[in-house]
């Protein structure tokens, strides 16, 4: 396949797809931001952005020329995600980067996920039949697992308040897990464009670090000094409290039911990615300690206020 160079990322003012541009924009690709019609987000001036309406007629055109599209759309633009696959096809661009950014397709037996993995599933079989159909145009889908500092800074309930200075730890805080920072995940789709034939028509699975709870707990206090305000809790009873949540519709369920997938002991559910994984090598996922993602996830606190969650 030809090299790519100019790239198209949906989703603009998105949490990932914004590091995600910068990170394009950094290696040099020719980057052009689509977003919809009421997006009110107002992007710097050196930025490419054209907002137009999410349907094929109105897509095609804006696609044309362009050799990659990467769509970072969230949970709510799901459903529009087969009408940019078939845009960007009929467009004739060669690499479609999925919205995914999760957990590996089907990688939980847990009955509550399966509402969250079905709509990804349907998009991601509709990419593959339109691989299948027309060879020119390639998929590819990255698995990042935990996004470790953005889930860390966003949601104090997955053990780490870095406001407060404290910290709740689910069982003995031994379950390790991997994680990917925002950096790893624009490290990740630069390193899928820079090599399109090592990464067509695939999922591949990254992380920019394996810890545990224990360890970040300590990278926590190393870095600000302090002994924190540690509380313990389980895994059981995170999944209780999530059961009883979604009885009652308190949306925070589904943020309890994430903590139970990730800290639940000896089941390394959310070990995503080991340091055999070929993809970090190919893709250059830098490798980051406990300590550089706790001090990441303590600056950029001051910059954004907490999140609730919300299915979106
Ligand atoms: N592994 C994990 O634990 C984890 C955690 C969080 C997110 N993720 C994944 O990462 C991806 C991105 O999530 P995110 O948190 O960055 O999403 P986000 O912040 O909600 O941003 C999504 C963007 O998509 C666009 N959008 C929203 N609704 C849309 C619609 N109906 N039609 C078209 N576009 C729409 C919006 O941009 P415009 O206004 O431009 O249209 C929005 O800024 C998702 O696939 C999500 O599943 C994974």
New binding site residues.
């Given amino acids: 396949m030809s090299p790519i160079k100019k790239v198209v990322v949906?989703?603009?003012?998105?949490?990932?797809?914004t590091p995600i541009a910068n990170a394009l924009v950094k290696a040099q690709f020719d980057v052009l931001i689509i977003?919809?019609p009421e997006?009110a987000?107002n992007f710097p001036p050196n930025v490419s952005v054209v907002r137009v309406d999410?349907t094929v007629v109105r897509l095609k055109p804006v696609l044309w020329g362009a050799d990659a599209v990467v769509s970072?759309?969230?949970?709510?633009?799901l459903?529009?995600q087969n009408t940019l696959i078939d845009a960007a096809e009929a467009a004739g661009v060669k690499r479609f980067i999925l919205?995914?950014?999760?957990?590996v397709p089907d990688s939980t037996e847990l009955i509550e996920f399966k509402c969250l993995g079905s709509s990804k599933r349907i998009t991601f079989e509709h990419v593959r039949d339109v691989a299948q159909a027309h060879p020119k145009f390639t998929f590819t889908g990255v698995a990042?697992?935990?996004?470790i500092d953005w889930?860390l800074k966003c949601f104090p309930s997955m053990g780490f308040d870095a406001r407060k200075h404290s910290a709740v730890i689910y069982d003995d805080g031994t379950e390790d897990f991997t994680g990917t920072t925002l950096e790893g995940i624009g490290q990740a789709v630069v390193g899928v464009l820079q090599n399109p034939g090592k990464t067509e028509n695939q999922f591949l699975k990254v992380r920019s670090i394996r810890t545990n709870q224990n360890e970040l707990l300590a990278a926590f206090q190393s870095v600000t000094g302090e002994t924190w305000d540690v509380k313990h809790s389980t895994t059981k009873e995170v999944l209780k409290r999530a059961k009883e949540r979604r009885k009652r519709g308190i949306k925070e369920w589904m943020l309890d039911v994430l903590i139970y997938h990730l800290y639940e002991p000896g089941k390394a559910r959310c070990f995503i990615a080991s340091d055999e994984e070929p993809a970090l090598d190919l893709l250059k996922i830098r490798q980051e300690t406990a300590h550089e993602i706790a001090s990441k996830v303590l600056g950029s606190v001051k910059e954004v206020p907490e999140r609730k969650w919300a299915m979106?």
């Avoid at 949906?10 to 990932?16: E, K, R, T, V």
């Avoid at 970072?72 to 633009?77: D, E, K, L, P």
């Avoid at 990042?144 to 996004?147: D, H, K, L, V, W």
């Fill in positions: 949906f989703g603009g003012p998105g949490s990932f797809a977003v919809r997006c987000m999410h970072v759309i969230g949970s709510a633009g459903s529009v919205d995914d950014f999760g957990w990042i697992g935990f996004p889930s979106r």
